[in-house]
């Protein structure tokens, strides 16, 4: 059964949703202060649906756009403009990856802005 949009996600499932280890977004609460999820009894994580788009933006510059650490942490203080984020594909044997979706998505925005002249 889906969650409803905007319930509280456990760490085990955005780490599903991102197809990423539970460690690494335990690691980037260390390096990003911005993000806090809250926590329960025995230290259990739940994010909210502006933690959710933030490790969403997180993951995009780190793993897409190519930055480092330090360099996202500047552009996340920057302010620089949202990532949009699809959901992650179903996990039959789909063809592709959110990872990969979004690009693809901007240079066809890209392509059409440039085509009606915008």
Do not use: C
């Amino acid at each position: 059964m889906e969650k409803a949009e905007g319930a509280f996600l456990t760490i085990s499932e955005l780490a599903s949703e991102l197809d990423l280890p539970q460690h690494i977004l335990r690691y980037w609460e260390t390096r990003f202060t911005q993000l806090r999820p809250l926590q329960r009894s025995g230290n259990r994580r739940y994010y909210r649906p502006a933690d959710v788009a933030l490790v969403r933006r997180i993951n995009h510059l780190l793993n897409v756009e190519g930055f480092t650490v330090r360099g996202a942490q500047k552009a996340l203080a920057d302010g620089g403009p949202p990532v949009l984020s699809a959901p992650a594909p179903a996990k039959n044997g789909e063809a592709g990856s959110s990872a990969d979706l979004l690009p693809r998505l901007e240079a066809i925005r890209a392509a059409l802005a440039k085509a009606i002249g915008e």
